[in-house]
T-cell receptor, first 110, second 115 residues
Framework: SQQGEEDPQALSIQEGENATMNCSYKTSINNLQWYRQNSGRGLVHLILIRSNEREKHSGRLRVTLDTSKKSSSLLITASRAADTASYFCALNFGNEKLTFGTGTRLTIIP | NAGVMQNPRHLVRRRGQEARLRCSPMKGHSHVYWYRQLPEEGLKFMVYLQKENIIDESGMPKERFSAEFPKEGPSILRIQQVVRGDSAAYFC?????????????FGEGSRLTVL
């Protein structure tokens, strides 16, 4: 399967702590994207990292990509209650579509 | 600039009826994608369309499901003779370019319940 596998499936942390979630895959990618989904809502794009990039930042988000290990991580620093959501990695293999992972359900405890 | 608009947001159908889901992409976007999400799961790709063309329908079930993106009007995902297993959230996404170069913009989804 070309689907990304996310780890952990669920994560609960205290507000203010950092949250880290990982995405592993099996086939070489063109780019990897992270999306957030609040309960009952659509997906919102967070960040895109290309296969020739190793790290990207956007506000409190930091994404790393290790193509040799075929894995990526999303770090959310100084978490807030509003960060409670499901987070998905999405893989592009150089074709016209994105293949989504299984998701990590993040709960921030106030 | 309105986002991706999907309607209806919620749809209830009895087994055997037809479900018709609509998606208006963001202005200027010519690439439309449909995904299905079962409860507590990720999104599964169904179909990718450009105006008047189906580019990739590798995720569409072979029977009962069809999609179109006409020259004028929204993209339509049509499910004929619905069964309980079709109950899911159906998301539409659009993009000004192919997914290998950029992000997708998602609608809020259409939640289909089959009784």
């Amino acid at each position: 399967s070309q689907q990304g596998e996310e780890d952990p499936q669920a994560l609960s942390i205290q507000e203010g702590e950092n949250a880290t979630m990982n995405c592993s895959y099996k086939t070489s990618i063109n780019n990897l994207q992270w999306y957030r989904q609040n309960s009952g809502r659509g997906l919102v794009h967070l960040i895109l990292i290309r296969s020739n990039e190793r790290e990207k930042h956007s506000g409190r988000l930091r994404v790393t990509l290790d193509t040799s290990k075929k894995s990526s991580s999303l770090l959310i620093t100084a978490s807030r209650a509003a960060d409670t959501a499901s987070y998905f990695c999405a893989l592009n293999f150089g074709n016209e579509k994105l293949t989504f992972g299984t998701g990590t359900r993040l709960t921030i405890i106030p | 600039n309105a986002g991706v608009m999907q309607n209806p947001r919620h749809l209830v159908r009895r087994r055997g009826q037809e479900a018709r889901l609509r998606c208006s992409p963001m202005k200027g976007h010519s690439h439309v994608y449909w995904y299905r999400q079962l409860p507590e799961e990720g999104l599964k790709f169904m179909v990718y369309l450009q105006k008047e063309n189906i580019i990739d329908e590798s995720g569409m079930p072979k029977e009962r499901f069809s999609a179109e993106f006409p020259k004028e009007g929204p993209s339509i995902l049509r499910i004929q003779q619905v069964v309980r297993g079709d109950s899911a959230a159906y998301f539409c996404a659009s993009s000004p370019r192919k997914a290998d170069t950029g992000e997708l913009f998602f609608g809020e989804g259409s939640r289909l319940t089959v009784l």
